[in-house]
């Protein structure tokens, strides 16, 4: 893994992001210590936003506060 300073980091952002975008990971020190690591996106797979519409939806069926619906509240919130 390749290690740069904070200012080099900076400066040659684009450069570094370049090399990221190509599977390369690097580490970004301040005095010698690490402090922030730059990995590929694609090691976190993102979710469809359909989905998690869907689980938001599912989450949210038949809760309550108290007695009272959430869904009824929201419906009084929007009159």
Do not use: C, W
């Not at 570094?16 to 996106?41: D, F, N, Q």
């Not at 993102?46 to 599912?58: F, G, M, W």
């Amino acid at each position: 893994m390749k290690s740069v300073g904070s200012y080099e980091a900076k400066t040659h952002l684009p450069a570094l992001l370049e090399k990221v975008s190509l599977g390369e990971r690097i580490t970004i020190t301040r005095h010698g210590m690490p402090i922030a690591y730059l990995i590929p996106a694609k090691k976190f797979p993102a979710t469809p936003v359909k989905e998690i519409i869907q689980e938001l939806k599912k989450f949210n069926q038949d809760k309550k506060l108290g007695r009272l619906k959430i869904s009824s509240l929201k419906a009084e919130g929007r009159r």
